[in-house]
């Protein structure tokens, strides 16, 4: 019978050409690897952003060798000048928070396996998913342009608070063109966060293939589902924000500024903005932001362990519904950034409730996670060592949590490193491993090749001990007061607290530089590790029944057909103690 | 590996736990009315948070160290309870730690923004700008001359814009840059921002509030203990936000009225 | 007796030739006192508490510095210059230098030419950002911390640009940005100097930074010395 329909979107033809196969491809796995790479290019970058910082703070006099070719005015002589210090924290934060949490785990990882997992060939539109990588890699280059115009970039921290961000150069260094950049590159990286949550959506409603219930996905593949399902609401929030403060820049309307501001002896020609309303739209954003960042790698980290452990985890269900809840609440709490910032204190009760209720489901997962731990079989590599230390991390950072959900201990731990500690534990710590494990899991599907495993685990053990040192140390600043994103530390009761500021920059450039171990054995094993088989872990899920690596329509001319979940594991199957999403025999007892 | 996973973990955390067990970084010592109750919620957050912290991660360094690299095709088992456990707990542990510390520890916030301050209360306004504190005291007429912002000259000290050439009342307003007050009396604090967004924080007062440009904003405390105290700004301002300070003294009655006649004079 | 006759001419010549030289290089002055009339409003203390590496080293306490008086009436750190009826001058080839000590600057007031290079120093022990408050020429801030090499930059056209530092609000200073080369700033008795002025007629402006302008025209024929005094409106606020 002829074929009389047109074609559905996600069906294209194989590419040909570099430019089509490289550059612009449709492939969501080719896709897939682009926004890792860079998010790969981001890490570093932000990276030695924070070795920079983390040096100025302990030897703020010193010269460094060449920063003074890259900005004559923000470090002359090569010394960090204050405002130099802040833009590397602004760029630091923005970098890593949306180009790299944002990017690897779900536009990354998420990419890449997502179809996969459900038995389709494609994103829904493949199309709309190329543009949103470009449009993403576009937002990168803006951002990055800062670092090169002569007022270098904004100094007013990744959550750009207006009036600061709003009024233009009279603020200070970096306010001018670069701010303008940085509120241009957000809002890119808006749209293409919008465009790849819409294609995750529907390509999870409607094209899991025969057999693959909403209730058989793997959970990692849930956890994409609901992360771009949060990032609609919250990326179409940020984007209008965005909007808002470049028209107060550029067109002057006054959004976010009050009348009767002088600043650099001027007053300012604003009347009528608020700049809570920058604060309420960003944090309305900012705060399903970081479960944006930490969902997928619970996903992943879910995935990993399940495989590593040998027996599913004692629910999925109860998983899949905590995430759900975790998704639903992150919409509840925005206002605990905001405990102290002038909003009505009523507010912040009403926000501290649901702050504090959101750790039931996160406690829920961390227990279903240790229980299911109990009486397995783990089986450990680099990727489960990772996946094993996202719990742990997230243990930490998650308590830490605890005391800032409450309104009377904010007012003594708002804006100082504990803040600082207890975000990098759950982001800049827990969602990176989950990252690293599913780098370290997926590896040699994607390649076609193993990791080294030595490498692998010496790079764990730098990293788990590593971060410990450097984020744990912040807590006890901040409970005696030590106040954040200051570029020196010139109070009185400072100098008996700069041993432990030594103590995190030492562990902060060991840390880092073990990171590099990781680049090594990524790009050398690409080239040169061992021809991988098609289920290295012996895996249950759709990815492990294709050819490593898949080819460019992940299962050939025939759709899989769905069976199980993919938690068959701890049974005797034909090919050892698992049985596959796609295969037809059943456990036996 | 999976051993020496359970070994290290579970030196991690007591390593980690230890400095806080043993009080080496502790808040500086409460010098106000409200802060006690603020110090209390911190010490039962603290022991509850350091129990699940101890509790999760000893269990999960314990759970690797005896459940990994078993021998192969060693059988598998589920923890008695399953899943439903897992969630009773959740449930329990997080369900009454948020209605202790959430519900009863409302009153420590109420303390703070709930309670008006009382009649008597001095008035002092504060002035945020990049990057000083300054303060005014109303003077004998005990009133605020009105602010113009146009008429800010810093230079000539002029940092509140007032125009005592026009206006009566702001001719005995005492400005300083520092915030010098009796003690235990009750110190309502006006925060007015000259510029953009910063923020008052003192640790010993326990006390910690934005200035919002555009918003007309008050804490009150009552200063127990005599002493000098540092003022810092924790809402980043602009290049010089780190040196943005000012110095809080808390003095006996006799000295502060000694003090504010030495300003008078000097108006 | 002819080559007496040309030999005397010939030195007459000379010493007329020379007279005339040296009343040409020499020139006229112009130089008085500026004062003020009325009652000034009292200095006041400046609080560098918030800065405690500069507050340490004032031993006496220090007071602003936008109306400084003296003796006798004399008003200080008046810029007093030709505006008109002098030539443009090129600019000295030695910079001048603006000092950033005790969080204060020094001098309070800096006169210098159209593109003389301006040398900007740092020797406090804390970082300073020098924010010149400039409208017709391009505005610019620097941070210097506390080590670093001088900032060095001029200007292009004349205008008196208000200095504040971003970082200690107190501080603030006055660069006026002049034509020529006559120019004099009075000192702690009011006194003023401006010499070596051709002949001609000229207008001298008096400019303080808070009591305003003033001009006078004065007439230069040889060598001689005016004395013309500014006389300004004190303001009790």
Redesign the interface.
Known sequence: MEQTLPQPAHVHAPPEGFLWKYVFSLDHKVIGKQYYGLALIAVFTGMILSWLMRFHLVW??AKIVGLDLISK?GA??G??????Y?SLLTMHGTLMVFFVLTNAPFAGFGNYFLPIQIGAEDMAFPRFNMMSFWTTAAAFLVLVLAFFIPDGPP???W?A????SA?GSD???GLGWGQNLWAISIGLFCIGQLLGSLNFIATTLDLRTKGMTLMRMPICTWAWFITSCIGLLAFAVLLPACLLLILDRMAGTSFF?????????R?QNHAG????LWQHLFWFFGHPEVYIAILPAMGIVSHVLVTS???PL??AK?IIYSMISIGFLSYMVWGHHMF???MN?FS??LF??PT??I???A??L???W???????????TAAS?FA?GF??MF??GG??G??L?????D??L???YFVVGHFHMVMGVAAIFGILSGTYFWFPKMTGRMMNETLG?LHF?FT??GT?CIF?PFH??G???N???????????MPALMPVHKFVTIAALITGAAQFIFLYNLIHSRFYGKPAPDNPWDGTSLEWSIPSPPPWNNFGSKHPVVYHDAHQ??VKGEKG?FIMQDSPETAAG | MGKLFGVVLAIIAIVSAYPIVAHWYVQPVDISTHGHAIDEQLADTMAEAGLSFLGAQLLLAFFVWRFSQRKPGSRVWNIPGGATLMVAAAFILVGTEILALGVLGQKAWANVYFTPPKPDAMQVQAQAGQFAFYFRYPGVDGKFGPLHPDKIDEGNSNFFGLDPANDVESRDDVVSAELDVPVNREIQLLMHAKDVGHSFYVRELRIQQDFVPGLDLAVHFTPTQTGKYEIVCTQLCGLGHYNMKAYLNVLSQEDFDKWMKQKISEQ | MRAKLISITAALALIFAAALLHARAGGGTVSGKVTYEGTPAKPKPIDMSKEPSCAKQHTTPVVTETVVTGPGNSLENVVVYISAGAADDAPPSEPVTFDQKGCQYIPHVLAFQVNQQLKVVNDDQTSHNIHPLAKVNREWNKSQPPGTPPIVDKYDKPEFIPVKCNVHPWMHGTFAVLKNSHHAISGQDGGFSLPNLPAGKYTVTAWHESYGEQTQEVTISGSETKTINFVFKAKPY
């Open positions: 703020p006099n005015t002359p002589g010394v960090i000048t204050p405002e130099y802040l100094i007013s921290g959550t608070y207006a009036p600061l009024v603020a200070g260094p500024i009050p009348s009767g501001l002088v600043i650099s002896d007053l903005g608020s700049p809570l452990m040998r027996k004692l629910s109860v102290v910032s002038g204190p912040s009760l501290s409730f504090l209720t750790t039931i489901p406690t829920i961390t227990l279903i240790l229980g299911s731990l109990y009486g397995a079989n783990i089986r450990i060592l094993l719990v742990s243990v930490s308590v830490s605890f005391f959900a409450q309104p009377s201990i007012i003594y708002h804006a100082t685990q053990w788990f001990i410990y744990m006890y600043l409970l005696v007061g106040v954040r994103r200051y570029a020196s530390f010139i109070d009185d009761f594991y701890g103690d």
